[in-house]
């Protein structure tokens, strides 16, 4: 059963990233203010959830939050400033969206780049425990899909329709055929091994 609120007298955004372990594309990162009547049985962490699931619960989210946006950083800046900051820049930049600005963030994960002024809490394992982080991690985890999906067509021999950009046996085997494209991430180990020409 999740939680609806850390502190029910503020306006609090959950914030979830997607797309941290993958080996091309962008990660995303959502912030989610919901009302204090939200209230929907079948939501939880995306990745306990099916893609029909997921389906459902987004535009149920995005019509009924208070406000919510979307933030990315780019396969270059995560090469730049690594995957974690690069997960806090999207963070930020979700953040700076929001048409009502929180007056407290709900962090998936146990350490965050402070956002302005604004207090936050960090929780381990939050998109299982707050509905605004699961909330969050629905909103990033979807949108991420599609905009890999679209990538897909570019690129139609990784089968990121399929993986996502995630390391699955056929993206590297991909990767070891074709080489790297130049959304793959150069920071990350593409092969098991580092002989890869």
């Not at 991690?137 to 990538?151: C, F, G, M």
């Amino acid at each position: 059963m999740l939680r609806q609120f850390l502190n029910p007298d503020t306006i609090e955004a959950g914030c979830d990233e997607a797309g941290r372990g993958c080996l091309a594309g962008a990660v995303f990162a959502a912030a989610v203010i919901l009302p204090p009547d939200f209230h929907n049985a079948k939501l939880n962490d995306s990745k306990q959830l099916t893609k029909r699931q997921l389906d459902i619960l987004r535009p149920i989210i995005e019509r009924e939050a208070i406000a919510w946006a979307v933030g990315m950083a780019t396969p270059e800046e995560i090469d730049k400033i690594n995957i974690l900051n690069a997960s806090f820049l999207a963070m930020h930049r979700a953040l700076d969206q929001l048409t009502v600005r929180p007056e407290h963030l709900l962090i998936d994960g146990n350490i965050f780049t402070p956002y302005r002024d604004l207090p936050h809490t960090t929780i381990i394992g939050g998109d299982g425990k707050y509905t605004s982080i699961a909330a969050a991690s629905i909103i990033a985890k979807t949108h991420r899909d599609e905009y890999i999906t679209r990538l897909d067509a570019e690129y139609p021999e990784y089968l990121w329709h399929k993986n996502k950009g995630y390391p699955t046996a056929a993206h590297r085997e991909a990767i070891r055929q074709y080489g790297s494209t130049p959304l793959h991430r150069k920071s990350f180990k593409l092969m098991p091994n580092t002989n890869m020409n």
